[in-house]
């Protein structure tokens, strides 16, 4: 009676592990840092990478949600300035809508909150946080491996220190292992 007993909890809680699609994603990301004086006509822009990493859930084929945390790869100077911005790091939490095209190819767009810290060659920081909207497309190779190409919209933000604001927008190429 004991295993049959076991047997049966190990059935159902299989079967509600997979009701939820879990994944882990690392992404490669080309930002377009936008660094502006309000007020002036200066504004000009860099394109620093970094790298995320992104934890998530599918509820159903439609919706999800999602986490993630970025740091920078390389930094970038800004247009005619001396000012070279990289991405310090970027924390955000994401709900996640599907538009499926097959069983493997997909629409995706996103709406969450971020944090998104930038510093200078001179260690002054720069914050863009706030809600942001994403799209993307996402393909999926088998029922463990996909890949995800998508845009991201941030909010804008401005230096800690000085009269700057930053408009940041990311380019992220990705892969999604799911389990």
């Given at each position: 009676m004991k295993r049959i007993l076991l047997a049966s909890a190990l059935l159902a809680t299989s079967s509600i592990a997979s009701a939820n699609d879990y994944y882990v994603g690392i992404d490669a990301s080309l930002m377009n840092v936008e660094v502006s004086a309000p007020g002036f006509s200066f504004s000009e822009g860099a394109n620093p990478s970094a790298i995320k990493l992104r934890f998530g859930t599918k509820f159903n084929k439609y919706v999800g949600l999602e986490a993630s945390y970025g740091t920078g790869l390389s930094s970038d100077e800004v247009e005619n300035t001396r000012i070279d911005i990289e991405l310090k790091n970027s924390f955000s939490i994401q709900a996640v809508?599907?538009?499926?095209?097959?069983?493997?190819?997909?629409?995706?767009?996103?709406?969450?909150?971020?944090?998104?810290?930038?510093?200078?060659?001179?260690?002054?920081?720069?914050?863009?946080?706030?809600?942001?909207?994403?799209?993307?497309?996402?393909?999926?190779?088998?029922?463990?491996?996909?890949?995800?190409?998508?845009?991201?919209?941030?909010?804008?933000?401005?230096y800690d220190d000085f009269n700057l604001d930053v408009d940041p927008t990311a380019l992220n190429l990705g892969l999604n292992i799911y389990f």
């Open positions: 809508g599907f538009i499926p095209i097959s069983d493997s190819f997909r629409f995706s767009g996103k709406l969450g909150v971020a944090r998104v810290e930038f510093e200078d060659n001179d260690g002054d920081k720069a914050d863009a946080d706030g809600v942001f909207l994403g799209v993307g497309l996402a393909y999926d190779f088998s029922e463990k491996v996909g890949l995800n190409l998508e845009l991201v919209k941030y909010s804008k933000g401005e």
